[in-house]
Nanobody, 128 residues
Framework: QVHLVESGGGLVQAGGSLRLSCAAS????????MGWFRQAPGKEREFVAA????????GYADSVKGRFTISRDNAKNTVYLQMNSLKPEDTAVYYC?????????????????????WGQGTQVTVSS
């Protein structure tokens, strides 16, 4: 069974930074395209960032482009989301997701229905 566990959330002032981590059981990270999504109160879950299984391609929501960076460390079975210049509108529960891939696939995925496994989320609150 696959487990994804997010950490690193918290309360930060606008303009500050946080780094979220997503630790996976087994070697699932190295076999998966990975994504980060977020859900604010009363809103639908939305795409934030993703990278391909190889890590060679990445994608970002327009709202976070230039401020957030997704990265992975397959040896540590961990994916990260570095968040800089945080804004109050970034406040949400952040989820990591994995899509297990077979073969050499170089694309990333931005639709939440593309992912097989989800973590339970970590709260990020940005105060103004």
């Amino acid at each position: 069974q696959v487990h994804l566990v997010e950490s690193g959330g918290g309360l930060v002032q606008a303009g500050g930074s946080l780094r979220l981590s997503c630790a996976a059981s087994g070697r699932i990270i190295s076999l998966s395209a990975m994504g980060w999504f977020r859900q604010a109160p009363g809103k639908e879950r939305e795409f934030v960032a993703a990278n391909s299984r190889s890590g060679g391609t990445t994608g970002y929501a327009d709202s976070v482009k230039g401020r957030f960076t997704i990265s992975r460390d397959n040896a540590k079975n961990t994916v990260y989301l570095q968040m800089n210049s945080l804004k109050p509108e970034d406040t949400a529960v952040y989820y990591c997701a994995a899509r297990v891939e077979l073969g050499r696939v170089t694309r990333h995925y931005t639709d939440l229905t593309d992912y097989n496994y989800w973590g339970q989320g970590t709260q990020v609150t940005v105060s103004s």
